[in-house]
């Protein structure tokens, strides 16, 4: 009886260890290619509204549009201050070249234009949201800052020198003649 019964479990077990052995190494080969493919989907851009066709237009609007579709992740990230917010409820300039809104609103034309140029100068975004904000700011047409105009500015990427504040200039109280939108 004990002399029958010993060769059994030793063949058992080599007949484990064989079949298990190939079980352990196989799942450690795939495993390297994993992060290499995750690699490859990691940087996408977030995903922008189009941008219309700049063919179908004019002058500086066909130019504004053109500069929009060349750098919309830009103007994605600055705000357009012909009074849009309120008008037509845009959160940022690409939403003016989205539409047909961008085609007789010279200050969303003029605003692309400085982006597309400065980004082509290799500005960083925060430099060219700080030129477009010193120089555009003042056509802001609405007394108060609307929901977006307060959102951009907490996410804009520079800091103002200074006090918190309004910036110093009084540019609030001067004509609303070059607006286009706010008039509506
Ligand atoms: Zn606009």
Known sequence: ??????????ALAAVVLLTASPAFTAPSQPAPAKPAAAN????????????????????AAAMGYAAAKAVPHI???????????????????L??????????????????????????????????????DENYSNKYPFKEDSPA???????????TSGATGAPAGAAQGGSGGETCCAGK
């Open 95 to 132: 939403d003016c070249f989205t539409n047909f809104h961008g085609a007789d609103c010279h200050i969303c034309q003029e605003e692309s234009m400085v982006a597309l140029k400065m980004a082509r100068d290799e500005q960083p975004i925060a430099a060219i949201q700080k030129f477009i």
């Open 149 to 159: 105009y307060k959102k951009y500015k907490s996410v804009r990427q520079y800091t």
């Open 40 to 59: 490859t989907s990691a940087p996408a851009e977030e995903k922008l509204p189009p941008v219309l066709a700049p063919e179908q237009f004019f002058g």
């Open 75 to 93: 103007c994605h990230k600055l705000f357009c201050y012909c009074g849009c917010d309120i008008t037509d409820n845009h959160t940022n300039l």
């Open 1 to 10: 009886m004990n002399i029958d019964l010993r060769p059994l479990p030793l």
